[in-house]
Structures are given as C-alpha cells and as structure tokens.
C-alpha cells in the first residue's frame, strides 16, 4: 500500500469523466488499498480515484460505523429528504461551501471482486455518496455553493451559531 498524491480543484483529471471497471483484478485491488490508506492519512469522509489521478469509477466512503466502504462502478438508486450543511473536499483544501444534499441516499456498487450490492447511508454519509459520484462524472461540491469560505472563517461562522 501507498499513499497517493490528491489532486486540486485546478487539475484537468478532476473535470473529466471516468470510466466503469470491467476487469477486477491486482491492480484494482492496490487502487483501493492506495486509497483507503490516502483517505486515513488526510483525516477525510470519501476519496474518488479521479482524486489520485485515476480516471475510473471508485470511491472509498467512510461510514456511520467509521468503517471504509468500497464502492466500485457506484449508482444512486435512491435519494430521500434534504439537508443543507457545510461541505468541503480534499481537492479544495482550506475551502468549504454551504451545500443541499438529500439526508438519506441509496447506492448500487460492485466490491472489488465485481460483486454487485447496495447500501444506503443518512446525514453524513448519504452526503458523501452524493459528493464522491459526483467526482466520477467530473464535478466538485464548488458548482452547488454560491461562495467559498475559508476555514477560518467558517471557525468564525460555527463560533456564533
């Protein structure tokens, strides 16, 4: 296993479109352990392989019971309710945006044998779901948030309230 370099809001990788797995072998399986263990070393929710510069369809999502789920070739199948809360990226680090994301979420993946299953999460999970197949398909948390704010200022912003 190895840590991986996480790429900013500003590289072209993070803007494309990634492609599904078809083949489930070694190299997937080095991906998953690289970036569970990437994940860990930067204290995050979710890590999608656009993030390590790897333009395929996996996300690792930390869950409710702190336990990293993989999640190959994921789909929303199902999404319920809504919540608004602050959201922030490791590849927009130092910044955070006030997102709407829906409070409970279904998804459909592969593990990393290519066996199909689904999980659902709520609050914070479900919001990461949301936010890591966006990645997928070229999109940041930044395109639903009218500003920016910076950690300090959300310090600030979390002190009043």
């Known amino acids: 296993m190895a840590l ?3 790429l900013t809001d500003e590289d072209p990788a993070l803007h494309k479109v990634c492609r599904p797995y078809t083949v489930f072998d070694e190299r997937l399986w080095g991906l998953l352990d690289d970036m569970k263990e990437t994940l860990a070393d930067a204290n ?4 999608a392989a656009p993030q390590v510069g790897i333009l395929r369809r996996a996300v690792i999502v930390v869950d409710s019971n702190d336990e990293m789920l993989e999640l190959v070739n994921p789909e ?4 319920d309710g809504e919540q608004e809360g602050f959201e922030g990226c490791l590849s927009v680090p130092g910044r955070w945006g006030l997102v709407k994301r829906p409070m409970r979420a279904k998804v459909r993946a592969q593990d990393r044998n290519g ?3 689904e999980v659902s999460g709520e609050e914070i999970v479900a919001r990461c779901f949301c936010h890591e197949l966006e990645h997928l398909d070229g999109h940041l948390f930044t395109e639903h ?3 920016l704010y910076t950690t300090k200022e959300l310090d600030a912003l979390m002190e009043r309230e």
Do not use: H, S
């Open 145 to 147: 948030t009218d500003r």
């Open 76 to 79: 929303l199948i199902w999404t």
């Open 44 to 47: 995050g929710a979710g890590l």
């Open 115 to 117: 066996n199909w299953f």
């Open 4 to 6: 991986r370099k996480i």
